[in-house]
């Protein structure tokens, strides 16, 4: 997760109801391409001061957690979202003017959000956002009067339970609250496709997709064919763990064909697979090799976590980490207050004071996090010198991207060079590592994809609130092989919203466009390292050319469209799910011999 200046976002309409922002009127006199650089440059140094002003307050807000300083970061973000709510507005003065590409271009991220002319609607998106947050957040299942659960319980009892009654109690009693704001959320959509099209957009959904640098339609094709590339693999994965379940659980529950009941595979949403590897490993190859007990032998405190991913970093030729960094960074979870520990990246200003905020321990999932976490903070810094409106990822995709694709490097012949291992596995082992990899990165592909694919047709009036479970249901099963562990009411029902995103009203492409680009950039990198093996092998750790070849990107920040981006990283101008398919070559030849022989032993 990245804490980044985003100037488009819907949580400009919170902080306009509160100012009362000038109303979209037609100006008096015609406007010259010198207002318009003047408009850019007097809005890009007022939003960068308050932008300063925000993160501060915010870091403030997240470290030392009390009312004060709630409603300290709450009035530094408000004053900030404000004036960028007003320069969205300000900007369409100047739509149709032939500017220079920078300038236009910064035009149009000013205006990539949902606004609205009437205060009274600007209150009311307001409220309603709010009102749907505060929903999902205080949902909880009570099976008994004076017995609730809140979901974290629940997910802990999909995570490790094998009891499939309790399985489906929980997933239905999780899936049923949502149903108790469905109609905010119906009144939501609305309203925003209001602010959307006072916008000059189609609908809000038409305004995401507007956010890539490409016509809507053509994104969303573009989603749909990235989808069909890697299909066949999720498709093997699908059917491999289809009959794991079966084992597990028997025939009455996982059919030999069609659909799988969603709740059986430990998660809320399906979405990670992570949870099932027990039932799904193979029963020879794995490493008994384990990391978490090296860095706990070794006494590795948070600091040396931290520096092991600096090294990487440095290792390809970028900077160290600014003084600044490791005495105002939140590495560990301070013993006199509460914080969020989920681990999150901050640029506080357009200079260098960058920040991690995280509870780290001595574990193989934070040693890979902290790596993640930095690649934020080296896009921060790669893009320091951008003006403000590109002082962020080339899309939103690209910002997750950067991380997971140094993580993709973290092998055992990474760890073998810092002298974390002794001796590299067996290439034998190679198969449950990814395994376990595929069932995060390839089960995920379908569920981001939809999740977005299902809004756009809810935003378009495609779908209408009576058709929300049925319309969802249909994509889950289409896409993901999955079906509801027991029929609901299409007309009550609105499993959807079970979902934080969509509660939220938060983007899910992104997750969808990272996961694709995570292993084109790892690809492209190896190749410019002159590696020549198993993609799953290769690490870039130490190599200046794969290092920059990186900057070349980082540096870019938003200033170019994404294609751009990816053409100096990679030398291609489209996103290849081939990469993926690449990487994961190995598992999906094993796949395939596993799911022929179950079929064969089905036969007899």
């Known amino acids: 997760m990245s804490v980044t200046p985003k100037i488009i976002s819907t949580l400009l309409a919170t902080a306009l109801a509160a100012t009362g922002a000038t ?11 010198a207002e318009a650089e003047r408009f850019l440059a007097d809005t890009e140094a007022k939003l960068n001061t308050l932008n300063n002003e925000q993160a501060r307050a915010a870091w403030v807000g997240s470290n030392f957690i009390t009312d004060d300083t709630e409603g300290i970061a709450s009035f530094f973000a408000e004053r900030y979202l404000s004036a960028s709510g007003e320069a969205a507005i300000g900007a369409r003065r100047f739509n149709g003017l032939k500017l220079p ?88 959509i609305a309203l925003s496709n209001k602010g959307a099209r006072q916008m000059g957009f189609a609908d809000t959904g038409a305004l995401w997709r507007s956010q890539y640098d490409m016509p809507p339609e053509a ?30 659980y028997g025939a009455d529950v996982v059919p030999l064909t069609g659909p799988i009941p969603s709740h059986l595979f430990g998660n809320m949403w399906s979405q990670s697979w992570t949870n099932l590897y027990p039932i799904l490993k193979p029963a020879t190859g ?3 090799y384990d990391l978490t007990k090296v860095l706990e032998q070794r006494k590795t405190d948070a600091r040396q976590m931290t520096k092991y991913a600096e090294g990487f ?50 574990t193989a999932e934070d040693f890979t996090v902290i790596h993640h976490e930095l690649g934020h903070i080296y896009y921060f810094l790669g893009y320091t010198g951008q003006p403000f409106l590109f002082r962020n990822g080339a ?38 590592q990814l395994l376990e990899r595929a069932l995060a990165k390839v089960a995920i592909l379908p569920f981001a994809y939809t999740m977005d694919k299902w809004r756009w ?44 995103h969509v509660a939220a009203d938060v ?33 870039v750790y130490g190599n200046a050319k794969a290092g920059a070849k990186l900057r070349q990107l980082l540096e870019l920040g938003a200033s170019k469209p994404w294609p751009e981006a990816l053409k100096a990283i990679s030398g291609e101008d489209k996103i290849d799910g081939n990469a993926l398919l690449e990487y994961f070559a190995p598992l999906k030849t094993w796949l395939d011999q596993q799911n022929a022989a179950f079929a064969a032993a089905e036969k007899k």
């Open 507 to 539: 983007s899910y492409a992104r997750y969808f466009l990272a996961d694709m680009l995570q292993f084109q950039f790892h690809r492209a990198l190896c190749r410019e390292a002159g590696y020549s093996g198993p993609l799953n092998r290769c690490s």
């Open 395 to 432: 899309n939103d995709g690209f910002h997750e991207a950067i991380g997971d694709t140094v993580a993709l490097s973290i092998t055992p012949a990474y760890l073998k060079q810092i002298g974390l291992m002794d001796q590299e596995p067996d290439v034998t082992a190679d198969i449950p």
């Open 457 to 500: 047709d809810v935003y378009a009036g495609k779908t209408k609130p009576a058709d929300y479970d049925k319309s969802w249901w249909q994509l889950r099963e289409q896409y993901m092989g999955m079906k509801r562990p027991a029929p609901g009411d299409d007309a009550k029902g609105f499993d959807a919203g079970a979902k934080y």
């Open 23 to 33: 109303a979209l009127a037609a100006p008096a006199t015609k406007p010259t391409v």
């Open 313 to 362: 970093y440095t290792s390809l030729g970028m900077q160290k980490l600014p003084d600044s960094f490791w005495e105002r960074s939140l590495l560990t979870k301070p013993r006199d207050r509460d914080v969020v520990c989920h681990a999150s990246a901050w640029p506080i200003n357009e200079k260098d004071d960058v920040r991690i905020k995280m509870c780290i321990t001595p």
């Open 219 to 248: 994104f969303a094709a573009e989603m749909e064919r990235l989808w069909q590339q890697v299909k066949p693999l999720y498709d093997a994965l699908h059917t491999y763990t289809r009959h794991k379940l079966r084992a597990t």
């Open 101 to 188: 590409a920078a300038s236009a271009r910064k035009l149009s991220l000013l205006q990539q959000t949902v606004v609205f002319a009437d205060p009274k609607e600007r209150a009311q998106y307001a409220a309603l956002q709010a009102a749907l947050n505060g929903a999902y957040g205080k949902a909880k299942y009570c099976p008994q009067p004076g017995e609730c659960m809140a979901l974290g319980e629940m997910e802990k009892v999909l995570a490790t339970s094998h009891d499939e009654p309790k399985l489906k109690q929980m997933w239905l009693g999780w899936h049923a609250q949502a149903q108790d704001y469905k109609q905010k959320y119906a009144d939501y």
């Open 286 to 288: 794995a490493s008994s």
